[in-house]
């Protein structure tokens, strides 16, 4: 007799933290990990482009979750000479194109570099604003963007300043906006005062809810949040995920890919069967449908496809589409001509298809290869647009210039476009509160064999560090469930779609 298998559904970095502390904690346990893609990482995939490298796809680094077992699990995945981690490399580098200019002291909009009437239209409204009710009442749930940045920085600045900023990287206007955009773009601070004195004007909570500090290479010690950051020498994330796999692999750990969930049933309070059609079987073409009785699921594939898969769909199903998210991986001759030192750049700029840039070489140096010096820019594109993969390069390339982080000079010795089939998310208020409710209807059936973990699993839950600590906590006191037997059914079937033809976990 075996025991029945703890059921991972989803082969991203969240599914494969779930199996592996289960397996940690409980060798004896059968795991089996179910990925819809031909592979699994999800949004930690990088891809490979053979002679030119491999350029990551999602997150760029690893970052410790503060959490010791954890982090010993998955810094020791690699020995310790395939890290890199420079000196003082405890937190990110990042600067902001903002206002015409590249900033390289912080990721937070800069005031001082507005027209001089405008600074002082901006500083003058926030410090008449600070001394208000409004600005010491404490956020509502219910607020918007718009509310949120009101609150903390009166009229001025969010009208003038946030609204555009944030309005050029989702395309929509701000009042519709989850505060959450907020968090990805850095855009819940402003920098208005000199490094002399920010240090004291810091001591305040008031005004350090508000300013950030204004030159990250002095901030002092106790503000430094103190993790550390890692990533591999060599191949990207992909390297860890890898080793992650192999990990898994001598655990026990059964991964199946080319396998998406298609039906999830429930009886008397649990999960009682979950359907899983596969296209591939051993390496041979042949679509085949299991059905699985799971001790336990562990679901890290989105809160909406289970929704529905459940059948609690909402009577208002309406979402607000995303922008596509398009990467566009370069090679550069020359090592970018501003911000060397900087991990990533923001852009903010309205008129700039790009969001955000990453410099490889700033944080791993041994990412500059005999082609050159790699760069991948993050950019936003309306669902409308075709996407000629040389006119958006170009686009990119154009719009590197005209940040001046890359020379006239320049040439570029290799691009490629890539177009994220799941791309990032559009926190719109529509989207985040509809999640919301589709999380309340799952929690409220209280289905004994269910773990949700993984993007927006939990209110705000986005980042990678959160994500794999949230999914750690969830699962480090599992207990090992009483022996059964492992029964699977296997049919052959013809292909069907995943999901009841639902399509993504994030709008
Ligand atoms: C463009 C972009 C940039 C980002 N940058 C950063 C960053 O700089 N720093 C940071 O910390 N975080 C970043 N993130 C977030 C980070 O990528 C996520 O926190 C992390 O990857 C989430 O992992 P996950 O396992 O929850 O989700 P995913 O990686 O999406 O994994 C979910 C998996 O489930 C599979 N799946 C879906 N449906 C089914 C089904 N029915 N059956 C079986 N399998 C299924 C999918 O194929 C996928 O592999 C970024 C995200 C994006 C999109």
Known sequence: MSLQPVLVVGGGIAGLVAALTLKKKNPQLPVVIVERADAPGGLLQSKDYGEYGRFDMGAHMWHETGLAELDEWLLGLLPRQDWTTPDGFVRERPGMYANGTLQT????IDLRNLPHDHYKACMGDLMAHLNTAYAQSEPEVEDSAYEY????FGATITRTVMAP????????????????????FNLGKVLAFDASIVHDLLQSDVLRQ??????????PKTLVEGR??????HGGMQRLIDALVDQLKQLGVEIWTDAAVSAVTYAHGRIAQVTIDRQSLN?????????????????SAGVHPLCSLLGLNLEVDYFDRAPKTVLVNL????????????FYVYCTEPGFATYRVVNYPAFCPD???DAGYPMTVELFLPESQTHDHQAVAAQAIDELRRMGMVGADTSVRFSAVEVLKQGFPLPSMTNINLTECRRQRINSLGLANLTMIGILAEPQLFFQPDVIRDTYRKLVDFVDPAPHAFSAGMHDTEPTQTDSGYAPSWA
């Open 331 to 342: 090679l550069l001759e020359k090592p970018v001509a501003a911000g060397q030192q900087l």
């Open 283 to 299: 390496g041979h073409n042949r679509h085949h449908r299991e059905m699985l009785a799971p001790a336990h699921v562990v679901w």
């Open 210 to 219: 508000r300013f950030g500090y204004s030159d990250q290479t002095q901030l």
């Open 149 to 152: 940045l009101l609150r903390r």
């Open 105 to 108: 002291n912080a990721a937070f």
């Open 228 to 233: 550390r950051l890692f990533y591999p020498k």
């Open 165 to 184: 900023a944030i309005e050029k990287v989702f395309d929509r206007p701000l009042i519709q906006l989850h505060p959450m955009a907020l968090s990805f």
């Open 367 to 369: 990412a500059i290869r």
